[in-house]
């Protein structure tokens, strides 16, 4: 009898424990779907900052007003895509996207800028902007553009050799004299991995490959150096990597290309 009380017990504190369903009824309101978001100068995609309606779809258009401010300059450091200062959301839906590219003016100096979106209006006359007391949540969105160095970003490699090309390769730097490229292998060897180098920017379209050993190569194959030049129309780079230890220390050409 015991045991059964006691089994009727923890069922009973289970069933007590049990999680509600919480469900939102208001107020109902338009918001940013993020706070904030950084990417470097040198991404080259187009940037959609999400604005949704917390509440049912609606049965027609929401027309939502922003301001914009910050101290990232418009169309110099950025520029908006489709209408500025107002983005839409459609007809049964619950979302809608400023849509913004950055413009890559790297100078090697190294700083960031915001751009601060703010909303100002809704079509909608029951919609709130924002949620909560005081500066409402959701109501503003920061966008902080990274500064890149001059040879940052994202390439695709070629060896024209030794095709297929290989996209998504990146470059980058801290202090914009001394870089990674995250992999130098187009086509190369015959087993897959990804091998990055060092290399310096001399500063006139010229690079330096200081001598170093590829950590995926064994020891007595690792040995790398070699130079670089990179043509200042086009941004396109070229590499010629010295395989120190093969024999003949064979030089592979490569090319990259800016995506």
Known sequence: MKRYLVILSLAFLLFSCKEKEIIFTGPFHVRFTEESETLKESFS???????????PQRDEDIVIGYDIG???????????LGDRGEVVIRQGQSFGSIRMELINNSNNILESQDVVFTIQSVSAPDLEIGFGPGVKAGSQYTFTIEDDCILGGSYTGIN????PS??????????CITYTLSNWDINVFNFQNTRNLQFKDNGDNTLTIPEQEEAT???????????GVVDPSTGEIILNIELVDFDGSPVVTLRFIRE
Do not use: M
């Open 160 to 163: 024209d050799g030794f095709p």
């Open 45 to 55: 995609g187009e940037i959609q900052i999400s604005v949704h309606l917390v509440g």
């Open 70 to 80: 910050g101290d990232a300059r418009e169309d110099i450091d950025y520029r908006i």
């Open 166 to 175: 290989i996209e998504g390769i990146s470059i980058f730097s801290n202090d």
């Open 217 to 227: 190569l064994d020891p007595s194959q690792a040995t790398i150096r070699g130079d």
